[in-house]
Nanobody, 123 residues
Framework: QVQFVESGGGLVQPGGSLRLSCAAS????????MGWFRQAPGKERELVAAIRRSGGSTYYADSVKGRFTISRDNAKNTVYLQMNSLKPEDTAVYYC????????????????WGQGTQVTVSS
């Protein structure tokens, strides 16, 4: 089992920045990749960014490329999502998730999920 503690969400004005953190505990040695998903009201959960635990390969959704950066600190078992130039359409609940297998581009590929943290971009 893997558990998460997420933090960093909140209210920010358009153009502002936030950094989300996700600290994992438990069977972290089994994690292949970590991802950040988001879900806005009435919309499906979408993968925003992901990072391999070994090697550091990353994936970004087209909608966040150039604005968001995912990073990891394996010593702290923590993954971060730095979000810059935030837009109102970035408003959603953001979830941290862990993947144990080779596939990492879809929500069905992830095995453990955090509780979510609200990000609201509004003036």
């Amino acid at each position: 089992q893997v558990q998460f503690v997420e933090s960093g969400g909140g209210l920010v004005q358009p153009g502002g920045s936030l950094r989300l953190s996700c600290a994992a505990s438990g069977s972290v040695f089994s994690i292949s990749a970590m991802g950040w998903f988001r879900q806005a009201p009435g919309k499906e959960r979408e993968l925003v960014a992901a990072i391999r635990r070994s090697g550091g390969s990353t994936y970004y959704a087209d909608s966040v490329k150039g604005r968001f950066t995912i990073s990891r600190d394996n010593a702290k078992n923590t993954v971060y999502l730095q979000m810059n130039s935030l837009k109102p359409e970035d408003t959603a609940v953001y979830y941290c998730a862990a993947n144990l297998g080779p596939r990492w581009s879809d929500a069905n590929d992830y095995d453990y999920w955090g509780q979510g943290t609200q990000v609201t971009v509004s003036s």
